[in-house]
């Protein structure tokens, strides 16, 4: 079984300002773990993903996250807030076994105060 | 290049009728996924679409039903609704049910149920 832990449902910082989301993650194998941007009124969007390669991910918009096995998180960050990244984030756990059946965490609101 | 697209993307129905959602995959994708994403919470999987199989399902109901065409698109059809059903409907698209690379995602269909 897998699962995911956003804590934090709302986060707000100002523009400029560190951004740092938090995602925990349960999984029995070794896990793959993705951040998706969700935008108002739309679909889905790839920020990142881990694959078991470098633990340090880079992804778009300047965000990366890291991998750490021994506290089993993936938190994504980013060095300076901009306006445009108001949105919805999730973490997502998959692994060899469940294939691109991906298991969601519960989301964090990012709220970018000027 | 399109990318995945549903449709329709709003639609209001009552309690105990049925409901179609339709999806066609980003270009070259040959799976398909279904996900159900509540009001303010994180997506979970239907299930999956692979050469016309259901080949993962996650923890729905059998009112939950699903096919794919020869030309990779996909339906997801739900009977009997209930209040509960109401949600945001997310179609995703990959190369194969194994790949744990990025999943692209449509807009969505949004469904109401009164």
Redesign the interface.
Known sequence: AQSVTQLGSHVSVSEGALVLLRCNYSSSVPPYLFWYVQYPNQGLQLLLKYTSAATLVKGINGFEAEFKKSETSFHLTKPSAHMSDAAEYFCAVTNNNAGNMLTFGGGTRLMVKP | DAG?TQSPTHLIKTRGQQVTLRCSPKSGHD?V?W?QQAL??????IF?YYEEEER?R?NFPDRFSGHQFPNYSSELNVNALLLGDSALY?C?S?SG???????F????SRLTVL
């Open positions: 995945v799976t996924s996900y303010g919470q994180g997506p979970q999987f999956q993962q996650g997310l995703a990959s049910p194994a790949n744990t690379g990025e999943l995602f449509g807009e969505g």
